[in-house]
Each structure stands twice: as C-alpha cells, then as structure tokens.
C-alpha cells in the first residue's frame, strides 16, 4: 500500500426501478465511508459501509400521481477498485465492485411488484471528479444495481478523504 486513507460521502439519494410506465425516481438521503487504499497513483481499493434511505411521495418525475415505486432502506457494504486519471486537481475516476445490502427494498411498477427485506447482492458503479491539491474533495455519481429486486439507487455525493497516518 502506497497511502490509506478514509473517504466519507454524503448526498442525495435516489432509488429507480429498472423499468417504469410513469418514469419515477423516489428521493432520500445518502452516507457512506471507505477505507481508500492506494495501490498506485492511479488505482485503489475500497472496502466500503453505507447507508440509503429513499421513499416514494406519489408522484412521477413530472409531479403527476402515481402508483408506482421504487424505494430502499439498506445498509450497503462490499469492495470496490478505483480507477482515476492522475492529473493534479481535477482527477476523473470510475469504480465498481461487488457488494451487499442488508434492508427493505420495494419495487411497484408495471412490470414488476417485488418487496423484499434481508441481505441481496448488489453491483456498485461509480464516476465522478476528484478535486484539490491532493485530491482531498470527491464529487460524484454513484449507483447499485440491484438485480433480484430490479432497481438501482445511488446518489449524488460529495465527500472528503482524510490521510491515516502509517
């Protein structure tokens, strides 16, 4: 390991199902913090505990009544590999990974009617802007795709990362 460091995030959350007659996407509120780390100046590994919340008000994205959802209520954790661009300042990045969500997860569409509580499986994808002298600010677009209850929720996110000490 080059560096360790911790990076926390907080956002908007957003849930959406895969599929919808009505366009939704149901709104909340986002955390998480990784342990970033470094394998080199442009990779790193990130070991990652999160939470999302997100429910429904009834209406679609154009504020019109609707009886669809897509809501989440989960603890997410997991490992995700960082990919970024070494540039000073403003480093684009992308990540994905494999990870867990432990909760309650609604999908009420059209096409699909699942509600299911405990543990599924997720895919965590990520892009976002790195930013500051060493990177410091992290401002980005994170999702995890949730296949068995076909939704994604995700959010957008600014965070910090603070240097551990070795």
């Known amino acids: 390991m080059k560096e360790k460091a911790l990076n926390i995030m907080v956002g908007y959350g957003i849930t959406a199902p ?9 709104d909340g509120f986002y955390l998480q913090g990784e342990l ?48 970024r661009a070494p540039i000073p300042w403003v480093a684009p990045y992308a990540e994905i990974g494999i990870g867990a969500s432990v909760g309650k997860f609604v999908t009420e569409t059209a096409f699909y009617n699942y509600n299911k509580s405990g543990i599924l499986y997720h895919i965590p994808f990520a892009f ?39």
């Open 128 to 166: 976002g802007l790195e930013l500051g002298k060493q990177h410091q600010i992290d401002l980005g677009l994170t999702y995890y795709f949730t296949p068995s209850v076909k939704q994604f929720s995700g959010a957008f996110a600014v965070g910090i990362t603070i240097p551990l000490k070795h």
């Open 36 to 83: 970033v780390l470094t394998i080199a100046s442009w990779v790193e590994f990130k070991p990652y505990l999160g939470f999302i919340t997100t429910s429904s008000n009834g209406k679609d994205l154009n504020n019109n009544p609707t009886n669809e959802k897509a809501e989440t209520k989960a603890l997410l954790f997991g490992g995700k590999t960082r990919l």
């Open 18 to 26: 895969y599929d919808s007659v009505d366009d939704i996407a149901d």
